[in-house]
């Protein structure tokens, strides 16, 4: 699970605006926002360097079943 989409509203950014950045299609940044599909570690990183933030910060800690 990531948090793409609580780190673009707290920085009042837009998913349209992400996928530009990225190169990506609104869909595929959509899919990433909503958890339907997990980005490549490598464009984790890409993300993370687009928002200003460290990668970790887009994770979710696991929680235990």
Not at 22 to 33: D, F, H, P, R, T
């Amino acid at each position: 699970m990531n948090r793409i989409k609580e780190v673009l509203d707290a920085k009042g950014l837009t998913q349209i605006w992400l996928a530009k950045k990225l190169g990506k299609s609104y869909n595929m940044v959509n899919s990433y926002a909503k958890n339907r599909r997990q980005p490549s570690i490598e464009i984790l990183f890409r993300i993370a360097e687009i928002l200003n933030v460290e990668a970790r910060e887009l994770l979710t800690k696991r929680k235990n079943r």
